[in-house]
């Protein structure tokens, strides 16, 4: 095993090399054969030369020794070694064929393999039948002495499947080859593609975890900004209010410290279930309707239709929807009002989230180009469904959120 290995890496480093060893080892052979055919013909036999002479070694040397160029050069390879067999055949009259027909097998193997598929079939049809029309005239016209039609016959059907043979066999290797080099390229197109989608499933995995840690840290750490502004405004004439919302502020710093040690510990472990905390869920509103009374923001939450099961993933978008809304009513407006609707419809989830503030010209809940927005667009997008974020004709802001609940399945 190891030595074919090596002489295959060997042809394929050296190929000129070894087609050239090749060669020249046909023409000594063709010649050796030609001196035994010469040996055992009948010294008076007029059908064939006798004789080294400069036409016969020629013709010999023209049908073996192009074939060290048949790897680069089949086509030109092919004419030179179908000429010199017919004129070696036809005009010079020489007797041998042992070698010559392992010559011209070796031809036909080559064109079929190594030449462009577009000429090659058409090629190799003319030199096939002009092999066989030479062969055709040798048998019967007026063909070998004494030899039956049964035999002449017989003679020509085996040089015509003999030589079929390689041009089949080349066609098969040059098939096997083809689709060697079709499927590699394949493999390395889909090589590409999986990199290109690990690429961009790493981009949309970062996306999410940025959207996940600015809903958390924004959502509380507003809340706890406007707590600790109420706690300093009123901590001299009122020491047990700021005391209260002292106490607001550390319930809602823990709370945004649990949150991040939950989503790092699940990214610490990929793949593995989150042990620490379950994802919010829409039956957790009332405490977030709480965190917003806290920061003295009035919220009104109205829950209409029949509740059903939904899957956790709409359930998490939509809460997130809500989380986020209502710290940006918190960090861009002065509402002191908020109006939470949740509404389910037989075929639709919807959500809406309006508050009585003004909306500062150029913050990010009267722009709507905010990160925010982006990811609560990008939330509903997820779920089919599409969300608006505006300002509301009579003062205030608006965001409207549906979520299509026919492709949900809890």
Known sequence: MGLAKGAQSFVQRHPLA??????????VAALVSLAATYGALP???PTYSHGFT?????SMLAITLPLAGRRHFPFSVGVVVVTGFLVARAVVHVPEANVTLLALWLMFYSV?????RRYRTPFLAVCYLAIIAELVRELFFPGPPGASPLVRSFDLLYNVVVLSLPWMLGAAIWSLRDRQRTLAAQAVELQREREENARQAVFEERVRIA??????VAHHVSVMGVQAAGARRVMDRDPERAAEALSSIEHSSRRAVAELHRLLGFLRRAGDSDELAPQPSLAQLGDLVDDAHEADLTVRLTISGDARPLSPTLEVSAYRIIQ???????????ASTAYVGLHYRPT?????????GPVAEGDEAGGGTGHGLIGMRERAALH?????ADPRPGGGFAVHAVFPLARDAA
């Not at 070894?18 to 023409?27: K, N, Q």
């Not at 400069?54 to 020629?58: D, F, G, L, S």
């Not at 079929?112 to 462009?116: D, K």
């Open 348 to 356: 639709e989830l919807e959500v809406e989230i309006l508050d009585d």
């Open 324 to 334: 986020e809304a209502l710290t940006n009513v918190r960090k861009h407006s002065q």
């Open 54 to 58: 400069v036409a016969v070694v020629a």
């Open 211 to 216: 959207r996940e840690l600015h809903d958390v």
């Open 112 to 116: 079929a393999v190594y030449a462009n």
């Open 18 to 27: 070894v087609d050239t060893v090749i060669a020249g080892a046909l023409a």
């Open 43 to 45: 010294a008076n036999d």
């Open 384 to 388: 089919g469904g599409h969300l608006c």
